[in-house]
């Protein structure tokens, strides 16, 4: 503190005192470009130089899907809170009640309905910033929940997937989530409605392994990671060296895994488009 600060009277010195923002800046992970945090977020969080695409608040998303930016919340199913009592550096019910203040979602799933170009549909988002988006009892509860909403209404299920697989806190219950949503997958196809797969980066372990592989249509996002167990430890296991892009979204659309790999902006066209073939229903120009 220079001698002109120590002389100015406290009110002066808050006003010439200049903040800067921790936000600001965002910086690519992949070119290190630095951009205006406001810009990357009107690019629908896309690096505008690079197009790399970063992780999207599940607001945002939402709020880029349907028209208007308006939609409805629909309630997700109450589970057992702690089915084992488990404990690692600190209990599970600690975790979740801080993950619950800092997200302030119940889990990872949200469920909601809107009109998508006119089209009504029922959207599932898993949030990554919630444990990882990492499925759980809550989280079989909430897509089931969404599944079987979408069969009342009559409309497509659209889920975004983002998780790094199945919750270890909650052990074999968490693994029971696997067959139980592909159940209601095939309910959905009982009731000829589509379900669309959007996989954001990652999709990986037991999400990939159930669910997020049984879509009428897989649509991935550009540079997702999109497997089962890392690359890593399949190097390990198999003692070679794995092909360039592994596990990548291109990759496994060029090997017949992914159907489309469509960029954040053209995303609600293409499944305005998609809705509207599937279920025969003219969409809003």
């Not at 998508?116 to 079989?140: H, N, R």
């Not at 592909?182 to 009731?191: C, G, I």
């Not at 990939?208 to 089962?228: K, N, R, W």
Request: aromatic share 8%; net charge positive.
């Amino acid at each position: 503190m220079n001698w002109i600060t120590e002389a100015l009277p406290p009110q002066i010195r808050s006003f010439l005192k200049r903040e800067t923002p921790e936000n600001l800046w965002v910086k690519c992970p992949e070119s290190g470009q630095l951009v205006f945090h406001k810009e990357v977020e009107q690019n629908f969080w896309v690096v505008p130089g690079s197009g790399f695409h970063m992780r999207m608040p599940v607001v945002a998303r939402l709020q880029m899907l349907f028209d208007n930016s308006k939609w409805e919340d629909l309630p997700t199913p109450d589970v057992q809170l702690d089915p084992l009592k488990f404990r690692d550096v600190k209990r599970y019910t600690d975790r979740l009640k801080d993950y619950r203040a800092r997200t302030e979602r119940m889990d990872c799933v949200r469920l909601s309905v809107g009109e998508l170009k006119t089209i009504p549909v029922t959207v599932a988002v898993q949030d990554f910033d919630f444990i990882g988006g990492s499925l759980g009892m809550a989280a079989g509860e909430a897509i089931i929940a969404g599944m079987e909403a979408a069969v009342q209404r009559r409309t497509p299920f659209i889920m975004f997937t983002a998780s790094g697989g199945a919750r270890m806190q909650e052990g074999m219950f968490s693994l029971m989530q696997m067959p139980r949503t592909t159940v209601a997958v095939r309910r959905l196809r009982e009731a000829r409605l589509p379900y669309i797969v959007v996989m954001t980066n990652p999709t990986t372990g037991g999400v990939t392994a159930s669910y997020a592989m049984l879509g009428d249509i897989h649509i991935a996002e550009p540079g997702a990671v999109i497997g089962f167990a890392g690359a890593r430890v399949i190097e390990q296991t198999i003692r070679e060296k794995l092909p360039e892009g592994f596990q990548r979204a291109e990759y496994l659309r060029a090997h017949g895994m992914v159907d489309m790999v469509i960029a954040r902006s053209e995303q609600r066209d293409t499944l305005a488009r998609l809705c509207s073939l599937l279920m025969n229903q003219k969409t809003a120009a």
